[in-house]
């Protein structure tokens, strides 16, 4: 089964509101082998959204639809959508009692708007799909072999429809083509570096199977995808050609599954209970924000000291007041200091101390803008190394970050291994 998912909204397309809809809901199709063949954010326009509709039934066989069900006038999806099926709106009593419900427990003292009306107004030859979560309802309607589902917009709600009243039908379905994948977090290779030393492989690729690059700073995940019609076949010949692809690339590779380098940090740190924790100067807490966002980060990260101002960094983190005058506060000397300052206040197996200069104002002839010193300490010894980067300011901080985090990874394994 092919898939298409359109969402609706001008915010989207002005880059008020990030759309993460379609990344989740195309998650949720992968798990029951539904191919998302495209994703399309269009307007709240009549004539956009009805073009939109005719193009994707003509690519898919499963068109989802989110936004524009909301009772306002710029809600226009409902109506648009009642023209191209060639049916009328109607008023669901179930939907409508739910809404009024829904504002009276809100607002008791108050009578639910005559807008809020449309939001019991659905397509006559729809399946409601009941939204317990929220008032605007999902409908489901099948036409000339299709199906289509329109969702609301609200992330929450989005959700809750797709997982118990959407996906539970489309488990229904047979999928005759089928697709595996699999993945590899690699470290420390640039992407073109990376393509040069598995070509060979790559080439000797059959028709079927397909090697897309992800590449981020100082890191590239590769997705290996196979399509066909034996399930038990295609995951055989995955495992083959993925370990195919560790051998040749060798320890560079740190996951076999979709994980954030961040991910493959904490678990090997709980695996092995280590603690960290972040003495951070010029990328103000990013690392700790990083680690955070982890779940399970709370069993390894104890803490960071934001050390932006020198007296921060004597008075939280003990750098001596000499060393800061002497070699100043991008320097070795201090980032070493900082890293034993935290590790000693928090106590913590690992620490990492950043401090430079990240733009776009503020550098010097002897120290540019872009200059970053970066310390790690571990159990037994303290790396430290220097970077220059650009002007651009956050372009700095997350290259420093993922610098430190690169780091702060080669300690471990070192320390692991002696």
Known sequence: MKAEIITIGDEILLGQVVDTNSTWIAQQLSSLQIHVKQITSITDTHNHILSSLKEASERADLIICT??????????????????????????????????NIFQKINKNKSMPVSNISQAAVLACCEVLFNDWGTAPGMWIEKDGKIYVFLPGVPFEMKKLITHRVLPRLSQYVMTEKFVYRHL?????????????????????????????????????????????????????????????????????????????????????????????????????????????????????????????????????????????????????????????????????????TSGIAGPTGGSIDKPVGSVWIAVIGKKQVITKHFQFTDDRLLNIERATISALLLLWNLFLQEKGD
Do not use: W
């Open 67 to 100: 936004g524009g069900l909301g009772p306002t006038k710029d809600d226009v999806t409902k109506n648009v959508a009642a023209v191209y099926f060639n049916t009328a709106l109607v008023q669901n009593d179930s939907v409508l009692l739910h809404v009024e």
């Open 185 to 353: 977090l690699v470290i420390g290779i640039g992407e073109s570096h990376l393509a040069e030393k598995i070509e060979k492989i790559e080439n000797a690729f059959s028709d079927h199977v397909k090697l897309a690059f992800l590449p981020k700073i100082g890191q590239v995940r590769l997705r290996l995808s196979l399509t066909g019609d034996n399930l038990s076949l295609l995951n055989q010949e995955a495992d083959l050609l993925q370990n195919e692809l560790i051998n040749c690339i060798g320890p560079a590779v740190i996951a076999t599954r979709d994980v954030s380098f961040e991910e493959v940090i904490i678990n090997e740190f709980k695996l092995n209970q280590c603690t960290l924790a972040t003495a951070e100067s010029c990328t103000g807490g990013n690392i700790a924000k990083q680690i955070t966002e982890i779940s399970g980060a709370s069993q390894v990260f104890i803490g960071s000291i934001v050390a932006y101002a020198n007296k921060v960094k004597e008075q939280l983190l003990n750098v001596d007041k000499s060393t800061l005058e002497r070699y100043g506060a991008v320097s070795e000397e201090t980032v070493i200091e900082m890293a034993k300052g935290v590790k000693a206040s928090l106590g913590t197996t690992y620490a990492i101390a």
